[in-house]
């Protein structure tokens, strides 16, 4: 238990739903990240939130859209995506920016 | 972007074996993580280093800063079946942490 949690654990959507991933830490830190991880590829960077602020978007396509209303939530709302998505999506946050991140256990993410 | 490689890609042991990998880098960084993942987890921080030269200990595992801060050793000593898992590398990077590919440690009972 790393003090971040993310919901649901598993998700299976075709490629004309509309879903949500929640992420939530109770870990008092100021930053939240969003990481894909798919088959032998390393981890990738999607969006970065600051005091709630965005501060990067690593050219994630629009069918990937984050929310954050508050330092200990982040969303990220997904909508007609394609099968090349699938993949394990990793919610983490640290105290600051550039301060050891803590990751969530990761929704499983399959698009048919 | 930075890449960071880490050695050997997969490893299998046998249980009671000192395991060793390593991540480098072509650029110098301030900070160097370990984290372990397991199947169908997040990866899970083990140990954190900021100083080169540093060495540092979780119980079995213990973790060095390389002088030339261009890299990061993680060695385990007397492996068991529960070490089984991805092992990371990650340093910061502008404002964010970079990853490696991952060693991907298998035990042999």
């Known amino acids: 238990e790393t003090g971040v949690t993310q919901t649901p654990r598993h998700l299976v959507m075709g490629m004309t739903n509309k879903k949500s991933l929640k992420c939530e830490q109770h870990?008092?830190?100021?930053?939240m990240y969003w990481y894909k991880q798919s088959a032998k590829k390393p981890l990738e960077l999607m969006f970065v939130?600051?005091?709630?602020?965005?501060?990067e978007n690593n050219s994630v396509p629009s069918r990937f859209s984050p929310e954050c209303p508050n330092s200990s939530h982040l969303f990220l709302h997904l909508h007609t995506l394609q099968p090349e998505d699938s993949a394990l999506y990793l919610c983490?946050?640290?105290?600051?920016?550039?301060?050891?991140?803590?990751f969530g256990q990761g929704t499983r993410l399959t698009v048919v | 972007g930075q890449q960071l490689n880490q050695s050997p890609q997969s490893m299998f042991i046998q249980e009671g074996e000192d395991v060793s990998m390593n991540c480098t880098s072509s650029s110098i960084f301030n900070t160097w993580l370990w984290y372990k993942q397991d199947p169908g987890e997040g990866p899970v921080l083990l140990i954190a280093?900021?100083?080169?030269?540093e060495l540092t200990s979780n119980g079995r595992l213990t973790a060095q800063f390389g002088i030339t801060r261009k890299d990061s050793f993680l060695n385990i000593s007397a492996s068991i079946p529960s070490d089984v898992g991805i092992y990371f590398c990650a340093t910061d990077y502008g404002q964010n942490f970079v990853f490696g590919p991952g060693t991907r440690l298998s035990v042999l009972p």
């Open positions: 280093l900021y100083k080169a030269g």
């Open positions: 939130y600051n005091f709630k602020e965005q501060t």
């Open positions: 983490a946050s640290s105290l600051q920016i550039n301060t050891e991140a803590f």
């Open positions: 870990l008092g830190h100021n930053a």
